[in-house]
């Protein structure tokens, strides 16, 4: 199994690490381990490394691309349990996290993982395969208006409604059990005049496809929990691939910076909240033209970054 693909903004991520040579690092999302063998390299003899994924085949990636490297420390699990996976470690404070939070082209472009609309295979989506739920089970199992709110909300779909209307009417009469059957069934819920932006089931298949790993629950979930684990100076940066992420990733960040909600006409704070830190940059950072040019990845990335006080 090869898990490749091109790192999304390698230069601007570890330039904004700020990477400590004796310094402890996580990388939440290990992916093809494109960015922690930038962060490697400048690390010296006593810098540390852990890197954790959820997909076996990145770890296999990972282990093979990184060899053996007494630094590094690699653990197949979900970024949300970075504090007890450190705590195992008797590690206390990191001076820095990252999280890529793009899918993989390893996993769009392996068919049997069911994640992308564009060959036909089985309806699976999740990143971790040894848990239960998969997209089959959302598509057949959950009712109409819980398909109606992940499509809309997830998805950000003009058409959920219709779509989940249509799903529930087909699956009645049989299971549905493909990524191609699924597309035709969204493709006759979207008027054709509106399907000009995209392939029709791109929204659709990133609703399934949260919903299925809990994405946006698990990154709500972890940041405040990852900023205190930094020591003073550490960074958490994240990449986000769409609005959903990263509105997420900037309202944490704004609270950390600013938890005071004393109201505005208090002349002094009395609730008590201390700022964790700052944000370093106020607006996201996006790929340069040159990186457009060669990796289509990179088109909707965004990098935003704290720094613990």
Request: proline letters at 4%; glycine letters at 8%.
């Amino acid at each position: 199994m090869i898990f490749e693909h091109k790192s999304v903004l390698l230069k601007e991520t570890i330039e904004g690490l700020d990477i400590k040579p004796d310094g402890i690092y996580v990388d939440g999302t290990l992916g093809g381990a494109g960015h922690s063998g930038e962060i490697l390299k400048k690390l010296s003899k006593g810098g540390r490394l852990i890197g954790i994924d959820q997909d076996e085949a990145a770890i296999m990636t990972a282990r093979d691309r990184i060899g053996q490297d007494e630094r590094v420390s690699i653990v197949r699990d979900n970024y949300e349990h970075v504090p007890g996976i450190l705590h195992g470690m008797q590690i206390d404070k990191v001076d820095g996290i990252l999280l890529d939070l793009g899918v993989s082209s390893y996993q769009l472009d392996t068919d049997d993982r069911g994640f992308s609309y564009k060959s036909d295979a089985p309806l699976d989506m999740r990143m971790d395969q040894r848990q239960r739920i998969t997209a089959r089970e959302i598509v057949n199992g959950y009712e109409e208006r819980e398909l109606f709110r992940i499509i809309r909300d997830y998805g950000e779909e003009k058409f959920a409604q219709n779509i989940a209307k249509h799903i529930v009417l087909e699956r009645a009469k049989k299971p549905i059990e493909t990524t191609y059957e699924l597309n035709e069934i969204i493709k006759t819920s979207i008027p054709a005049r509106m399907r000009q932006d995209g392939h029709p089931s791109k929204r659709t298949y990133q609703a399934i496809r949260i919903e299925c790993n809990r994405e946006l629950e698990v990154l709500k979930n972890s940041i405040e929990g990852m900023i205190d684990l930094l020591n003073g100076g550490g960074r958490l940066a994240i990449i986000t691939f769409h609005s959903l992420e990263d509105r997420i990733v900037k309202t944490a960040y704004r609270t950390a910076e600013d938890p005071c909600i004393c109201p505005p006409n208090f002349p002094q704070c009395v609730c008590g909240r201390v700022s964790k830190g700052r944000v370093v940059n106020k607006k996201p950072i996006t790929a340069s033209a040159k990186e457009l040019e060669c990796n289509s990845r990179s088109k909707s990335a965004k990098l935003r970054i704290f720094e613990k006080a």
